[in-house]
């Protein structure tokens, strides 16, 4: 029934692109302008988009409102530089509600960051009233006064494609300006530095391991998890924490067998709070690779790599190693290829190249 909703929707797109066509050209922003970004969909596509959130502040001055998902919205939230953040409703009440709401803002610009076309931005987008409508370069362009040329996926970190809409405002920009952002609260920091004192006496090197991401296709395995664990301990200066997600709570309690202290948060903002804490992360391909970036954590991610060409989404900027599969699910990354990789990545991390301990 999904798909036929998503190609009946897609079906819908189509027809109503070959009517609409945006006059493709740009009415002059003012100073300080405000400022529509639409991103839906989850954690991590928030994150990525922090750093063009951050330039078009800091380089513009603009006035920043964000559309965000009910899935997303918190990151937005945390953000000192969004001056709002308003929830999608899905449904047709919830869309005609959101135009309205877009429509009454008089916005200068309205900015899609999705990297790909989303249908329901489509539609936001082509029938919201502003004399500036960007993004990157796509199969919805026509709806846009402005859009910049999207640099090859295969090449180029998710991140810096973003970013380049802030050329759109005739904002330059280098690498060095752009970092991934968020700031948990007092109480949640207060709250992971009380955990780590009650259950780590004489930490040296924290590594964290997450076994959440979301889906089982992402879920590396109970065995796989006691077993990396078990090896973890031959680095006697290092301390081992597991995360997990609500979900994951009999995982978590399988793996750990009460040996292994498991951090329960009871939000995103404590979840980041307790993994800018750590000297490593051990993590499939989720937000908390993004959250390391952000706290210039170490990562070690287990990625699926399936169907595509395009780049992982590592962390920016952070150390970083991994393990990827080309199958449909982590069940296929040996436990043995794991130790080969991470072995010398420990080694560059907490003891310099050359020395050894293992």
């Known amino acids: 029934m999904k798909e036929i909703e998503i190609k009946v929707r897609r079906l819908l797109l189509k027809i109503f692109l070959s009517f609409f066509k945006a006059e493709r050209s740009s009415v002059e922003i003012p100073g300080e302008p405000k400022v529509l970004i639409i991103r839906l969909n989850k954690i991590g596509d928030a994150l990525v988009t922090t750093p063009l959130i951050t330039l078009l502040k800091t380089k513009k001055q603009a006035d920043i409102t964000v559309l965000a998902d009910k899935k997303n919205h918190f990151v ?69 006064t402005r859009t910049i040329s999207k640099t090859d996926p295969r090449k180029t970190h998710i991140v810096e494609r973003v970013a380049e809409i802030a050329k759109l405002f005739d904002v ?11 700031q948990p609260s007092e109480d949640s ?9 009650a259950n780590i006496k004489n930490k040296k090197y924290l590594l964290g391991i997450n076994i959440s991401a979301g889906s089982d296709a992402r879920f590396w395995g109970v065995e796989n998890y006691r077993r990396i664990i078990n090896w973890l301990g031959n680095f006697e200066d290092l301390e081992i924490i597991i995360l997990r997600a609500p979900a994951d709570k009999k995982k978590a309690e399988e793996i750990s067998n009460g040996k292994i202290p498991v951090f329960n948060d009871e939000s995103f903002d404590e979840f980041a709070a307790i993994i800018s804490k750590l000297d490593l992360l051990f993590t499939p391909d989720t937000s908390a690779v993004h ?7 170490p990562v070690f991610g287990l990625y699926v790599h399936y169907n595509t060409e395009d780049m992982i989404w590592s962390p920016y900027k952070s150390e970083f190693d991994c393990v990827i599969t080309k199958s449909e699910t982590l069940s ?5 290829q794991v130790i080969k990789q991470l072995k010398p990545f420990i080694r560059k991390i907490f003891y310099g190249e050359e020395n050894s301990r293992l």
Do not use: C, M
């Not at 330059?172 to 968020?182: K, M, R």
């Not at 296929?332 to 043995?336: A, E, G, R």
């Open 332 to 336: 296929d990354i040996d436990y043995h």
């Open 76 to 144: 937005f939230r945390r953000n000192p530089y969004v001056a709002e953040t308003k929830i999608f409703e899905k449904g047709f009440t919830g869309f005609r509600k959101t135009l309205a709401w877009i429509n009454s803002g008089k916005f200068d610009v309205i900015v899609d960051a999705h990297d790909d076309v989303s249908t329901t931005v489509s539609f936001i987008v082509a029938l919201a009233k502003a004399p500036n409508k960007y993004a990157l370069e796509k199969g919805n362009a026509n709806i846009f």
């Open 172 to 182: 330059n920009f280098g690498v060095n300006d752009l970092q991934i952002f968020y």
């Open 291 to 297: 959250l390391a970036s952000a706290f210039g954590i």
């Open 189 to 197: 920091i207060r709250k992971a530095e009380s955990f780590i004192s």
